[in-house]
Nanobody, 123 residues
Framework: QVQLVESGGGLVQPGGSLRLSCKAAGTMFSIKNMGWYRQPLGKERQFVAAHTIGGSTYYAASVEGRFTISRDNVKNTLYLQMDSLKPEDTAVYYC?????????????????WGQGTQVTVSS
């Protein structure tokens, strides 16, 4: 009832676009804030974007203006539209329920990570 499944990743050239999806099971999705995170190879997982149930959105400075987060509560799905992709966007992307957050800091609620979806930006 708490599983999250990420999909939509792939190989794309710099400047290209991808749309990631995060499908949630259970009843938590519609009443929880959600976030996207990513983990580049050899690095720690980092915050990418967040979407609250009230409709507020937040982005890491590195992706703001290029990525757009949205959600569909009917489908229990979180989306991340990724445009103008750069090689440094290469990472495994994960979603999670959003825990505490304040200016510049967005923490996952808990260990609800799925398998993630690989995004590779390369020519």
């Amino acid at each position: 009832q708490v599983q999250l499944v990420e999909s939509g990743g792939g190989l794309v050239q710099p400047g290209g676009s991808l749309r990631l999806s995060c499908k949630a099971a259970g009843t938590m999705f519609s009443i929880k804030n959600m976030g996207w995170y990513r983990q580049p190879l050899g690095k720690e997982r980092q915050f990418v974007a967040a979407h609250t149930i009230g409709g507020s959105t937040y982005y890491a400075a590195s992706v703001e203006g290029r990525f757009t987060i949205s959600r569909d509560n009917v489908k229990n799905t979180l989306y991340l539209q990724m445009d103008s992709l750069k090689p440094e966007d290469t990472a495994v992307y994960y979603c999670n329920y959003l825990g505490t957050y304040d200016t510049g800091n967005f923490y996952p609620l808990g260990d609800y990570w799925g398998q993630g979806t690989q995004v590779t930006v390369s020519s």
